[in-house]
């Protein structure tokens, strides 16, 4: 009696296959997650130099000369307190961007608006 040897071949190779295909949707989420993480963290970086352009100039001084280049600083008001101006402080790390609104003094607004 022969026994035939081909059906164990195609088992191995069609489970290889599975194997393989899993492999493959698993890698593309890990790279999909690391990817999401990034944007994340830009995201967290955004918003933390925002805030702390805000809050230098809440307590009275110009921005840091380093932040400037990622911040957009637009006047959208006069306050109700005199010598106080609405500001929206915009942020933008590796394409990323957060804004704050917020109240502050109309000296430590940078000239140019930027």
């Known amino acids: 009696m022969r026994i035939r040897r081909g059906f164990v071949f195609i088992d191995v190779l069609m489970g290889m296959i599975i194997v ?3 492999g493959a949707i698993l890698g593309g989420a890990a790279a999909m997650h690391q990817r999401s993480l990034k944007h994340l963290d830009a995201t967290r ?3 933390h130099l ?3 352009a805000l809050l230098s100039m809440q307590s009275g001084q ?3 000369a380093a932040e400037k280049k990622s911040l957009a600083i637009h006047e ?3 306050a109700d307190v005199p010598g106080m101006s609405w500001v929206e402080v915009r942020a933008t790390v590796h394409g990323r961007s ?8 109309r000296n ?5 608006g930027d």
């Open 76 to 78: 959208l008001s006069s």
């Open 98 to 105: 957060a804004s704050l609104v917020g109240l502050v003094p």
């Open 20 to 22: 393989s295909i899993l």
């Open 50 to 52: 925002a805030e702390s």
């Open 45 to 47: 970086a955004a918003s």
């Open 62 to 64: 110009p921005p840091r």
């Open 108 to 112: 430590t607004i940078p000239p140019s």
